[in-house]
């Protein structure tokens, strides 16, 4: 049986794949992030992402919901997804289309290669996250009322020459969804 000694310097080390998933969650006030979604994100083996959710739920630093894990108190202060990467559209949405209902409909949607990452609610709007399947993109649509905007960020500096190209496909992709949620009364 090992020493209380050593149990105790070991768990009091620096956990840097939890604090990569505690900045990740926190990054953005109301946010919810999808297991796979971190997973993929973070590039974490899925035993060991269990565990830090775990963790950080018995420590009443994390709560798994339906949608996936968000942070309980954000002590740090929090910075913006759309601070990062490269803005690909902006756009009026058209008349009818409610952001709420459109955010229902596309949350936890996968397109394609994009796959859902998450989402946060702000005092502007919703943000949705999804990663290319590849994890070389993270992008981000940003839904206010009447008003649709797109970014897409790079996962590493090398990767930049086709971020606008993700960006628009994964508009493309959104676009089809919007005469579903029209308003017709």
Known sequence: MPSPEIGASFDSRPLDDQALVMNMLSSESDATYSFQGMKRRLGLHQEKLTRILKRLEDDNLVLKTDEGYKVLHNSRKTTRHLDEGEPVIRGQLPPGIDPGTLTSKLKGRWFKN????????????????????????????????????????????????????????????????????????
């Open 114 to 185: 994009f796959r859902w990452l998450g989402y946060s609610t702000s005092e502007s709007g919703q943000s949705l996250y999804w990663i290319t399947e590849d994890g070389r993109f993270q992008l981000v649509v940003r839904l206010a009322p009447a008003e649709i905007l797109v970014w897409s960020q790079p996962t590493n500096d090398v990767e930049t020459h086709s971020s606008i190209g993700a960006g628009y496909e994964l508009f493309d992709r959104i676009s089809r969804i919007l005469p579903e949620t029209e308003d017709y009364s």
